[in-house]
């Protein structure tokens, strides 16, 4: 039994792995575009991943070493850490699932405002607009000639009336130093807009980020249960040693 008990907790320890190594994936590979986002929605989920992946890890030393030394304190400690794991991944499953069905209105709603405010004067909105536009071949929130709108284009143009460019270079079918001028013709740049592309991009991570948490946490009610069950049996050998 003691054997069995070490191998779950032994798996515990690499669901906490996988939920790490999940996280760090969405943060570092899907985050890139977070700053164009109107919520911290996304990023609170991610965090919570991360969060739950580190106390899975945490939990599962606790529950390997109560279950080694038959220690009732430990396994109270353990099930009460899965309660916390439990909650958490709930927590996240729900606001991913919930954000996923307003992603669609918030950018709407941000993305256009957030582009032609924010576009070179932003270091970090303008360099995550110039990723997203180079990485899904769109330009502008819905099409590029939003940018005509754009308070950097406006500025532009007011300083330099011969000035030829209508949008960011990264725009381009074919990215390269002022390759977005009007000279080379609207051929030349993405026809598609960047709303539909960012919308499905983070989507697809809310779904993942939905899916896992809402998923396992079923599987720590069984661990709860389990470790109340050592509780239990740890606590009758306890009493039998005293007969």
């Known amino acids: 039994m003691a054997v069995y008990w070490l191998q779950t907790f032994s798996r515990a320890k690499l669901t906490g ?8 994936y969405i943060k570092f590979q899907k985050h890139t575009y977070i ?6 929605t ?12 580190a106390f899975i890890i945490l939990s599962g030393i606790i529950g390997c070493t109560g279950t080694c030394i038959e220690n009732r304190c430990f396994m109270v400690m353990y099930a009460l850490f899965l309660l916390i794991i439990f909650l958490t991944e709930a927590i996240s499953g729900v606001l991913a699932y919930m954000y996923e069905g307003t992603i669609k209105e918030e950018l709407s ?9 924010n576009y070179h004067y932003d270091a970090v909105i303008t360099k995550a607009i110039d990723d997203m536009q180079k990485e899904f071949e769109c330009c502008g929130a819905t099409e590029y000639e939003n940018w005509e709108r754009s308070k950097w284009i406006q500025e532009m143009i007011t ?8 949008v960011p270079d990264s725009c381009c079918l074919t990215v390269s130093t002022n390759c977005s001028t009007f000279g080379n013709g609207p051929s ?15 989507k697809d991570s809310l779904i993942l980020i939905g899916g896992i948490g809402l998923g396992l946490c079923c599987i720590q009610l069984l661990g709860i249960i389990f470790s109340c069950c050592l509780v239990r049996k740890f606590r009758g050998r306890k009493a039998s040693s005293y007969l």
């Open 159 to 166: 300083e330099d009336p011969s000035k030829k460019n209508r």
């Open 109 to 117: 709603r941000n993305l256009n405002s957030t582009m032609m405010n």
């Open 35 to 40: 700053s164009l986002l109107g919520s911290s």
């Open 188 to 202: 030349n740049i993405n026809p598609e807009g960047c709303t539909k592309a960012l919308e499905k991009n983070t």
């Open 17 to 24: 792995l996988a939920f790490l190594a999940l996280g760090l």
């Open 42 to 53: 996304f990023p609170l989920s991610t965090y919570l991943l991360l969060g739950t992946g």
